[in-house]
């Protein structure tokens, strides 16, 4: 994981001794949705991508599909935890079933989705790209919610 706190030699380790993908944090505080993402995002995950080859998921407070939207164009990935437990925990699946459709419409936009054209095993060296393409997958145990 890093943070946007996160000093260079940190990043350039993580890109050295990661495999998979480097799972980005968006913000600094407590994971949780929100109203809004911090500014700065987007170049925070472009100084990471400058060192690192690996796919980068990016995650924490993306809780509408705009902000999943936003995220998607920057990213290889990006990871919804907290909203959907909300929603769970509410326990109405048609509004999860809904949340879930729209995010997926947003972020793979079959023209236009940038997931799509950088998600490909050849041009990333895993299967990321057709795991993020066939489904989005509720935040399991160990994403740094403390309900999970």
């Known amino acids: 994981m890093l943070a946007p706190t996160s000093p260079e030699q940190r990043v350039r380790l993580v890109a050295e001794k990661s ?31 400058a060192v690192a080859s690996q796919p980068l ?4 407070g993306i809780s509408t599909p705009e ?9 290889d ?12 925990e509410n326990g109405d699946l048609s509004k ?16 236009g989705s940038a997931l799509r ?4 095993p050849a041009s990333r060296g895993s299967a990321l790209g057709d795991v993020v393409a ?5 935040c399991g145990a160990g994403c740094g919610d ?3």
């Open 117 to 120: 054209k950088r998600r490909t």
């Open 96 to 111: 999860l079933e809904a949340f879930v459709a729209s995010v997926r419409a947003r972020v793979l936009k079959p023209a």
């Open 77 to 88: 990935g990006i990871i919804v935890g907290s909203k959907l437990i909300d929603l769970a």
């Open 19 to 49: 495999s998979g993908f480097i799972y980005l944090v968006s913000l600094t505080g407590v994971t949780g949705a929100r109203e809004a993402l911090p500014l700065g995002v987007e170049e925070f995950v472009s100084s990471v991508r």
């Open 146 to 148: 403390a309900r999970t």
């Open 57 to 60: 998921c990016l995650g924490f």
């Open 67 to 75: 902000q999943a939207e936003r995220m998607a164009r920057v990213s």
């Open 134 to 138: 066939q489904r989005l997958v509720p």
